[in-house]
T-cell receptor
Framework: AQSVTQLGSHVSVSEGALVLLRCNYSSSVPPYLFWYVQYPNQGLQLLLKYTTGATLVKGINGFEAEFKKSETSFHLTKPSAHMSDAAEYFCAVINENGNKLVFGAGTILRVKS | DTGVSQDPRHKITKRGQNVTFRCDPISEHNRLYWYRQTLGQGPEFLTYFQNEAQLEKSRLLSDRFSAERPKGSFSTLEIQRTEQGDSAMYLC??????????????FGEGSWLTVV
C-alpha cells in the first residue's frame, strides 16, 4: 500500500531564506505525487504534481519539487521564502488503482520576518 | 470553471443530532471524493463516487455515515447521531477520470463540524 512520510511537523525559516520541506513515499507502482498547501481554515490548494516525464516539477508561487526514484523522495523547495508562504503543506501519493490520494501528516511552515 | 463548493462551511451541532453536508464538484468532473481532516493530521479518505456509483468506502465510514450522489452531480454526506469524535473538517474533492488519466484532484474549502 502507498504511504507518505513528511519529515518535520514544523519548519521555521527566515523571510528570504530557502524553504525545504521533505517528503518520502512508499509505493508498489510508479507513483503520482502531489504537494498541496492549506491556509488556516481553508481547503487544500494544489501546488504541483509529478506524473511522468521531467523529474523537476515547477508549481505555483515559485515552488518546485524533484522526484528522486532512487531516494523515494519528492521534496518541496522554494529559493526565497515570503511571509505569505506561511501555511501547512501536504505531500500526497495516489494509490495503485489511481482511485484516491494518500496524504502525509503535513508540515507547518513558519516564516519569520 | 468554478471550483468545488461546499455547504455549510461551519456547523455546530449537539451530540446525537444529525447533520448533512453538501458538495458541488467542478462541472463535468465524474469523480467525487469525501475526506475527513482532524487537527494536526492530513486528510483521511472516506469514500468516492464515479458518477452516481459509490465505488469505495473506508473503514472510517461507520454505519452512522452515509454519502450519496444521486444524479452524478452534487453529493451529500450525512452523519447520524453525531458524536464528539465526529468533530472535524469534511473535505470534498473532484476530478475527471478517463481511463488511467486524470489524476489531479481538486478540493473544496471544507465544512467544519463541531459537536458539542
Amino acid at each position: 500500500a502507498q504511504s507518505v512520510t513528511q519529515l518535520g511537523s514544523h519548519v521555521s525559516v527566515s523571510e528570504g531564506a530557502l524553504v525545504l520541506l521533505r517528503c518520502n513515499y512508499s509505493s508498489s507502482v510508479p507513483p503520482y505525487l502531489f504537494w498541496y498547501v492549506q491556509y488556516p481554515n481553508q481547503g487544500l490548494q494544489l501546488l504541483l504534481k509529478y506524473t511522468t516525464g521531467a523529474t523537476l516539477v515547477k508549481g505555483i508561487n515559485g515552488f518546485e519539487a524533484e522526484f528522486k526514484k532512487s531516494e523515494t523522495s519528492f521534496h518541496l523547495t522554494k529559493p526565497s521564502a515570503h511571509m505569505s508562504d506561511a501555511a501547512e503543506y501536504f505531500c500526497a501519493v495516489i494509490n495503485e488503482n489511481g482511485n484516491k490520494l494518500v496524504f502525509g501528516a503535513g508540515t507547518i511552515l513558519r516564516v519569520k520576518s | 470553471d468554478t471550483g468545488v463548493s461546499q455547504d455549510p462551511r461551519h456547523k455546530i451541532t449537539k451530540r446525537g443530532q444529525n447533520v448533512t453536508f453538501r458538495c458541488d464538484p467542478i462541472s463535468e468532473h465524474n469523480r467525487l471524493y469525501w475526506y475527513r481532516q482532524t487537527l494536526g493530521q492530513g486528510p483521511e479518505f472516506l469514500t468516492y463516487f464515479q458518477n452516481e456509483a459509490q465505488l469505495e468506502k473506508s473503514r472510517l465510514l461507520s454505519d452512522r455515515f452515509s454519502a450519496e450522489r444521486p444524479k452524478g452531480s452534487f453529493s451529500t454526506l450525512e452523519i447520524q447521531r453525531t458524536e464528539q469524535g465526529d468533530s472535524a473538517m469534511y473535505l470534498c474533492a473532484s476530478s475527471f477520470r478517463q481511463g488511467s488519466s486524470g489524476n489531479t484532484i481538486y478540493f473544496g474549502e471544507g465544512s467544519w463540524l463541531t459537536v458539542v
